[in-house]
T-cell receptor
Framework: EDKVVQSPLSLVVHEGDTVTLNCSYE??????LLWYKQEKKAPTFLFML????IEKKSGRLSSILDKKELSSILNITATQTGDSAIYLC????????FGKGTSLLVTP | DAMVIQNPRYQVTQFGKPVTLSCSQT?????MYWYQQKSSQAPKLLFH???????NEADTPDNFQSRRPNTSFCFLDIRSPGLGDAAMYLC???????????FGQGTRLTVV
């Protein structure tokens, strides 16, 4: 059975802090790992990672995949209150399965 | 333009009254997924289609059924909704390779 585990499950930080979110997986026939941001609506796509060691970057967000360790991290630097959301990690294998998410709250 | 469209956005149904949620896509993707997402929880995979091949998750209740009459459309039927079935239902598609999943806006189901 495919598994996707995210940590921490929730996090509270102050504006300006840097956060690191973790995702580990056990998946048959790994294709890709995806990060999504979810506010009070459907998830919005952030990154897709297929190759180990190659950092993807978008503004203050970045992510990298380690296929040897079966894990990925999502970094957010200089956090803003608008970054408050649930961050979902999903792994595409036999199907697309999600972790439980990390609920991030950025306080002013 | 929306590429994955779910209808309706909000659905209120009575306890035990069958309800159908629909999803359509303009991406010609092979794979379509249905997820159930309850408040403060991650999306839970109910089933998915790879073309016409139907794949049911082991813990999806029998109360939930699905149909995919063609590539573009997929339906989620809840035969006898219970209060515990109130949730956001998300439809997503991929081409079947290593690519991004595209989500619809979801249907929020309320059971009264």
């Amino acid at each position: 059975e495919d598994k996707v585990v995210q940590s921490p499950l929730s996090l509270v930080v102050h504006e300006g802090d840097t956060v690191t979110l973790n995702c580990s997986y056990e998946v048959t026939n790994f294709r890709s790992l995806l990060w999504y941001k979810q506010e009070k609506k459907a998830p919005t796509f952030l990154f897709m990672l297929t190759s180990s060691g190659i950092e993807k970057k978008s503004g203050r967000l970045s992510s990298i995949l380690d296929k040897k360790e079966l894990s990925s991290i999502l970094n957010i630097t200089a956090t803003q209150t608008g970054d408050s959301a649930i961050y979902l990690c999903a792994v595409s294998g036999y199907a697309l399965n999600f972790g439980k998410g990390t609920s991030l709250l950025v306080t002013p | 333009d929306a590429m994955v469209i779910q209808n309706p956005r909000y659905q209120v149904t009575q306890f035990g009254k069958p309800v159908t949620l629909s999803c359509s896509q303009t991406l010609n993707h092979n794979v379509m997924y249905w997820y159930q997402q309850k408040s403060s929880q991650a999306p839970k995979l109910l089933f998915h289609y790879y073309d016409k091949d139907f794949n049911n998750e082991a813990d999806t209740p029998d109360n939930f059924q699905s149909r995919r009459p063609n590539t573009s459309f997929c339906f989620l039927d809840i035969r006898s909704p219970g209060l515990g079935d109130a949730a956001m239902y998300l439809c997503a598609t991929t081409s079947g390779g290593a690519d991004e999943a595209f989500f619809g806006q979801g249907t929020r189901l309320t059971v009264v």
